[in-house]
């Protein structure tokens, strides 16, 4: 008897840079594939009528990511991915975040329109500080496995 399971992780690596380039903040937090996300992931595998994550997006919510989430809590920006790499059985999204957001970002997500999308993943955490010549840059790694 065969006993396998599959499982989807998400890792988020977030670099705030200052108006020189230097790094001011890094942060490397786990995340959530939504029920969305695993659906969205099962549609895929049937055929390609779900349109490819395209969007990463960044808000003010502060709402503990749940299975249920369709949408952040509180988007404050969102911007089309900068480049999608698969290797292996990891899928990467890369998105930048420009100068003029101030405020505190704390929650992002993954996905496939700039507006009504289907959401893959989300992620909450503590308040990431953005001054209007601060750039945002994060990467988004989804590793799925078997156990």
């Known amino acids: 008897m065969f006993d396998d399971s599959i ?3 998400g890792n988020v690596k977030i670099k705030v840079l200052d108006q020189d380039g230097k790094v001011k903040e890094e942060r490397d937090l786990k995340n959530l594939v939504v029920s969305t996300g695993l659906n969205y992931i099962c549609s895929r ?5 779900a349109t490819a994550m395209s969007h990463m997006a960044i808000g003010t919510g502060t709402t503990a990511a749940a299975a249920g989430d369709t949408a952040l809590g509180s988007q404050l920006d969102i911007q089309s991915l900068t480049s ?7 899928i990467q ?3 930048s975040f420009g100068t003029g957001l101030t405020g505190a970002v704390t929650e992002s997500g993954i996905f496939n329109a700039a507006s009504s999308g289907t959401m893959l993943c989300r992620v909450v955490f503590s308040a990431v500080n953005l001054s209007s010549t ?6 988004w790694t989804l590793t799925l496995s078997a156990s």
């Open 7 to 9: 499982s989807c992780l």
């Open 84 to 90: 999608t790499t698969v290797s292996t059985n990891t």
């Open 134 to 139: 601060d750039t945002l840059q994060v990467t």
């Open 93 to 95: 999204y890369v998105a």
């Open 45 to 49: 595998m049937k055929d390609a009528t």
